[in-house]
């Protein structure tokens, strides 16, 4: 045989899973230890010197520190990822509600004016006017679609 070797031969099959396996359990232990760090700093209940010392247990010594942490404080931990959670929630439910809820886009408030004006309410130089302040943003938009037609007629029999 050669002096040439092949990595194949070098390296078996156990051992490639054996690595694998070392691998993953290194990547779940930085995941684990950056949940608690950021566990932490969320915790309202502890003060800053409680802070700091769960924090340099967890850096200083992070086997032990990591394993006492989850022993002491686990169930709290579960808790306030919860309520963290829930919270995340509630504030996307109202944001969602306050979107769809909100104020009619350009585009509704145009397609009223177009009705408005095809009933006769209004005329062609209103609706121009009205059309203009809509597109540029400048149209008072308060839901109820009613209000640009409305400023425009009294501010064209003012002039």
């Known amino acids: ?35 608690i760090i950021g566990d932490i700093f969320r915790d309202d209940t502890l003060g800053g010197w409680g802070k700091a010392g769960w924090l340099v247990g967890v850096i200083i010594v992070p086997f ?20 963290s959670a829930k919270a995340q929630q509630g504030a996307f439910d109202a944001y969602i509600r306050e979107t769809a809820a909100g104020g009619t886009s350009s585009v509704d408030e145009l397609a009223k004016l177009s009705e408005i004006r095809a009933r006769g309410d ?3 130089e209103e609706f121009r006017r009205a059309k203009e302040l809509v597109l540029t943003g400048h149209g008072a938009s308060d839901g109820t679609g009613s209000a640009t037609p409305t400023s425009t007629s009294t501010s064209a029999s003012g002039r």
Not at 3 to 32: E, G, H, V
Not at 64 to 81: D, N, P, Q, T
């Open 1 to 35: 045989m050669t002096a040439q070797t092949y990595l194949a031969y070098d390296y078996p099959l156990l051992s490639a899973f054996w690595t694998m396996l070392w691998f993953f359990l290194w990547i779940m232990w930085f995941i684990l230890l950056f949940r």
């Open 64 to 83: 032990l520190g990591v394993l006492v942490y989850l022993i002491a404080r686990g169930k709290s931990m579960g808790h306030r990822e919860l309520e």
């Open 122 to 124: 209004i005329t062609d």
